[in-house]
């Protein structure tokens, strides 16, 4: 059976992440099947996901994404600074991301897509560093005007409560060489 383009760019962005990054740095992300649908890592003080979705016929689209805060309030003033700060982003985007349990609270998340067929590993080591960079450069400050957490404090917080975070990842946010 042919594997789907899907499938086949998702092969080939794993081996281009275990290959920058290495195997100890990144974690393999699986639906409630236990099917894998992602990789991440940790970028500073934030987290990065990687996702590879079918795009069109016979396509695919890598998504990169970096959460911001977490457990953020939806107010009028974080959306007006997400509307005027996206047109001064060069690749990517901020989002919000509303909790479906908790209408009125999200997380604040940077987004960018690159084209699935011909990714080069230069074109994924530098999404993937700027998602991060763009998350954790900008973090502290959402948090202190708008309110939330920054993934560091998400994850204390979990760890704290006895919940363990990801599994075989410690809570060290420096950045590996």
Known sequence: MEM???DQTYDHVKQLMLTL???????????VDGNENGM????????????VYPYKQDLSVITISAVLTYQTEATAELFEW???TNPKIMFGSLGFIEYNEKPGWGNVSFYCD??????????????VDNAG?????????VVQKFGGLTTEQSLESQHDKGNQVIEGKGLDFSDFE
């Open 133 to 141: 960079y763009m998350a954790d450069k900008n973090d502290d400050f």
């Open 114 to 127: 690159l084209y699935g067929r011909t990714i080069t590993k230069e074109e994924l080591c530098n999404a």
């Open 82 to 84: 997400i509307s005027i």
């Open 21 to 31: 990054y290495g195997e100890k740095n990144i974690s393999i992300l699986k639906d």
């Open 4 to 6: 789907s383009m899907r």
């Open 40 to 51: 991440g890592m940790y970028r500073g003080s934030t987290d990065v996901q990687i996702h």
